[in-house]
């Protein structure tokens, strides 16, 4: 009972959410500075405590995902973008560079008229 309704509540908030989230990434979300941010004030603390937690979610839910109904391949990606982590960066673009991952990502940001994600060549250390 417990394994049905959860894999219909990932299957339709990855099939809400997940869509909506790829679509307005800015498109030079990969290739701008991702440590650029003030940690001066505590709300960013906050922010940042959230949005990690968020991001353990959506990876736990993308791995549930890969064996019950739901997009989990982009579940994991989105769940380690919210995440800070060493070489984060690295398997970010490792995973984007998939190509039915990319062409995924694609898929919906025409589908949701949005640029596409400037994806750089190589890996950043």
Request: proline share 6%; no cysteine; net charge positive.
């Amino acid at each position: 009972m417990v394994l049905g309704v959860s894999s219909a509540v990932f299957f339709v908030g990855s099939v809400l959410l997940i869509p909506l989230i790829v679509a307005y990434l800015p498109a030079d979300f990969f290739v701008r500075d991702p440590m650029a941010m003030n940690w001066s004030n505590p709300g960013v603390i906050l922010l940042k405590f959230a949005k990690n937690l968020l991001g353990v979610l959506l990876v736990l839910a993308g791995v549930l995902m890969l064996f019950l109904p739901g997009q989990g391949l982009l579940s994991i990606l989105l769940g380690i973008s919210l995440l800070d982590f060493p070489a984060k960066r690295r398997w970010q673009l490792a995973l984007v560079r998939r190509k039915s991952i990319h062409q995924s990502i694609d898929w919906i940001r025409n589908k949701m008229n949005r640029p596409q994600l400037e994806i750089p060549e190589r890996a950043e250390s």
